[in-house]
C-alpha cells in the first residue's frame, strides 16, 4: 500500500506522552499558506506554542511567561505527501482498536500510523520514544489569519 497524503489544510487533537510527560496538542496544518501551528498544552502546567513557516522559520513561545525562542531549520514544513517517498512498508498493526498500515520514515525518525478502513492517521512514535496519538482529524478545518501571528516580542532580537 500507499500512505495516503494530508489533505493541504486540517486540524488535528493530539494526544502526546513524552517519556510519561503528558499533553494534548491542536496541530494546524495549512499547506497553500505556508504555516503549521503546534499549540502544545502540557499537563496541568503551560501552554507552548510551536508555530513553522515554510521558509524553515520556527517560532516556540509562552503567552504567560512572555518568552520566545525563534529557531530555523533547512526542512521548514513538510508537504502533504512527505510520506509517499522514502519510506519503508513495515506491515499491520492494531494501534488503540485501529487496524494500521504501519511504515517507517528517515531511518526510523518516526514509525506512521494510518486507519486501513478511513486512511487517517491514528497514531506516530518517534525515535525518541515520544508517542502522539490522533484523537480527532478534520480535514479541510482552517484556523482564523490573525492566531497565526506570533508574539512582538519573537521579532525582538534583544529579547529573543
Same mark, same amino acid.
Not at 503528558?22 to 496541530?27: C, G
Not at 524553515?56 to 517517498?85: E, N
Not at 482498536?97 to 506512521?112: E, L, M, P, Q
Given at each position: !500500500?500507499? !500512505?495516503?497524503?494530508? !489533505?493541504?489544510?486540517?486540524?488535528?487533537?493530539? *494526544?502526546?506522552?513524552?517519556?510519561?510527560?503528558?499533553?494534548? &496538542?491542536?496541530?494546524?496544518?495549512?499547506?497553500?499558506?505556508?504555516?503549521?501551528?503546534?499549540? &502544545? +498544552? +502540557?499537563?496541568? %502546567?503551560?501552554?507552548?506554542y510551536d508555530l513553522e513557516w515554510?521558509?524553515? =522559520?520556527? $517560532?516556540?513561545?509562552?503567552?504567560?511567561? /512572555?518568552?520566545?525562542? =525563534?529557531?530555523?531549520? !533547512?526542512? /521548514?514544513?513538510?508537504?502533504?505527501?512527505?510520506?509517499?517517498s522514502n519510506s519503508t512498508y513495515? %506491515?499491520?498493526?492494531?494501534?488503540? %482498536?485501529?487496524?494500521?498500515?504501519?511504515?517507517?520514515?528517515?531511518?526510523?525518525?518516526i514509525v506512521y500510523y494510518e486507519?486501513?478502513?478511513?486512511?487517517?492517521?491514528? +497514531?506516530?512514535? $518517534?525515535?525518541? /520514544?515520544?508517542? @502522539?496519538?490522533?484523537?480527532? $482529524?478534520?480535514?479541510?478545518?482552517?484556523?482564523?489569519?490573525?492566531?497565526? @501571528?506570533?508574539?512582538?516580542?519573537? *521579532?525582538?532580537?534583544?529579547?529573543?
Amino acid at each position: !500500500p500507499t !500512505p495516503t497524503p494530508w !489533505p493541504e489544510q486540517f486540524h488535528a487533537l493530539l *494526544f502526546q506522552n513524552s517519556s510519561g510527560k503528558l499533553s494534548t &496538542i491542536d496541530l494546524w496544518y495549512d499547506f497553500p499558506n505556508g504555516r503549521n501551528f503546534n499549540i &502544545i +498544552h +502540557h499537563q496541568l %502546567g503551560s501552554t507552548l506554542y510551536d508555530l513553522e513557516w515554510t521558509n524553515g =522559520t520556527s $517560532f516556540y513561545y509562552d503567552l504567560d511567561a /512572555g518568552s520566545c525562542k =525563534t529557531m530555523h531549520f !533547512p526542512v /521548514g514544513i513538510l508537504s502533504p505527501d512527505w510520506l509517499v517517498s522514502n519510506s519503508t512498508y513495515i %506491515g499491520v498493526e492494531k494501534v488503540g %482498536g485501529f487496524t494500521c498500515n504501519v511504515w517507517s520514515k528517515a531511518d526510523g525518525f518516526i514509525v506512521y500510523y494510518e486507519d486501513v478502513e478511513t486512511k487517517r492517521p491514528v +497514531h506516530w512514535l $518517534f525515535f525518541t /520514544g515520544m508517542s @502522539q496519538y490522533v484523537m480527532t $482529524f478534520e480535514p479541510g478545518k482552517v484556523l482564523e489569519d490573525e492566531a497565526w @501571528q506570533a508574539p512582538w516580542y519573537c *521579532f525582538d532580537r534583544e529579547e529573543n
